[in-house]
Every structure is written in C-alpha cells, then in structure tokens.
C-alpha cells in the first residue's frame, strides 16, 4: 500500500493546506530512509507503515502528567482472520522532527513490533495491564522493549535512540513547532485514551494467527542478548 495514502486523501478533501503537504511530500524520504537503516541495522524487514494526516494527543485530564503527543503508534489489526502490525506515523513528525529524531522513534516502535510478536509466539497477551497515568505507561514501555543493543549493529542509530529515549521519549522542541504550525492552526487531532496502546486479543484471534518459524528464532535470540545486556546493568 501506498503509505500516503490517507495523508494523500485528505489533502485532496481539503484538510491538509497545500505548504504542510508539500512539506511532509518533501520530507517524506527521511522516513523511508530510517526503515531502511533499520531494516539493515536488524535483519529483520519493517512492518507496513503508513502516515496518519493527523496529530495524535492522549486525551486530556488535570493531571498534567496525562497530556502528550504520540508521534507514532505500534497497531496490532486482524483482516479477514489475518493478523498484521501497522506502525502509523503521525504526520507532524515528517514535518517537524529532526532526521535522527524520525530515525529514533521509528526504531522505537520497531522495537515494539517485535514485542508484539515476541508476547503473541507465548500467548502472553490477555493480561497485558492497562495504565492510564504517562509516567507509569512510560516506565511499562522501557521496562518491557528490548534492548537497542541487542537489536541494531549501527552505532549512530543506536546513539539517537539513547540520546532520544533516555527515560521515554520527550522532544521540547518538536512538541513546541507541532503546537504552533499544527495544533494552534487547527490542522487534524485525534484525541487518544493512554489505555487503547494496550494489546487485547482473544485466545481465538491469538490461535489464528501463523509465524514463520524462522522469525520467531530470530526474535527468541534477541531476547536472550537482550536478558543478557539487562543482566550486566544490573551487576
């Protein structure tokens, strides 16, 4: 599929303006340039992706701690009894981030696709827990990712995704330019809970679902570098 597609679409409707489409349009590149780094810093092929013409915000609360913006989003979907990962990409990230920020949050759902993968090979899905607090979600998702190290032979990925995601990610800056070129002016927003990034699939979808045996070892074996990696900060 064409991973513009939707972004496409809704410039044609009118609600992308011409600048920002011909800004992600140009930018674009960056993207495909990432998977494929990624790609070859793996082994392992990238997920469908695709860029949703919208910013994506968890939904608002008083408690400060519960406001942030998604800029990507790992989304497992089942299609006439077949399973896939989607990563979707929020537009304002091609438009606003830096080349290595776009580099370092595709490879952090990347790390999160095989986390996916790695819980649907052992069933250990049905009692993901739900957290609807963003320091608790964000402490979940590093404790349960695997470890860059493990994952990517590229040192100068490996340095944006650390630099990036010391304690989850947070980007001042580019936050700062989606709020005034995005959000100020009214462009699309799609309004999130925290809790819809949790995996729910029934024993009968998770019993449809086939993987390649050969993936599968590739995954046992990163987790077992990851274990490894986490074992020697540990001591």
Not at 84 to 104: D, E
Not at 188 to 194: A, C, E, F, H
């Given at each position: 599929m064409d991973p513009l597609i939707r972004f496409k679409?809704?410039?044609v409707k009118g609600?992308?303006?011409d600048d920002v489409y011909d800004l992600v349009l140009k930018r674009f590149p960056i993207a495909v340039e990432g998977v494929n780094r990624i790609e070859k810093a793996s082994g392992i092929r990238y997920p469908v992706a695709y860029v949703e013409p919208s910013v994506v915000v968890s939904s608002p609360s008083l408690n400060s701690y519960e406001f942030g913006i998604l800029f990507a989003r790992t989304i497992p979907v089942m299609v006439d009894d077949k399973f896939?990962?989607?990563?979707?990409?929020?537009?304002?990230?091609?438009?606003?981030?830096?080349?290595?920020?776009?580099?370092?949050i595709l490879a952090h759902e990347f790390l999160h696709f095989i986390e996916l993968i790695r819980k649907i090979s052992k069933m250990d899905l049905l009692s993901d827990e739900i957290s609807g607090n963003l320091f608790e979600n964000v402490y979940a998702d590093e404790t349960r990712l695997f470890e860059s190290r493990a994952v990517f032979k590229d040192r100068t990925l490996l340095n944006h995704i650390t630099k990036r995601f010391p304690s989850g990610f947070r980007d001042y800056k580019l936050e700062d330019?989606?709020?005034?070129?995005?959000?100020d002016k009214n462009l699309?927003?799609?309004?999130?809970?925290?809790d819809t990034n949790t995996v729910k699939l029934s024993i009968e979808s998770l019993s449809k679902i086939k993987l390649d045996p050969k993936f599968l070892k590739k995954?046992?074996?990163?987790?077992?570098?990851?274990?490894?990696?986490?074992?020697?900060?540990?001591?």
């Open positions: 679409e809704a410039h609600i992308i303006p896939q990962v989607v990563i979707q990409i929020s537009a304002p990230l091609i438009a606003y981030g830096l080349r290595g920020t776009i580099h370092a330019k989606v709020i005034r070129y995005w959000i699309p927003k799609t309004n999130v809970s925290l995954i046992d074996d990163l987790e077992q570098k990851s274990m490894k990696i986490r074992k020697k900060k540990l001591y």
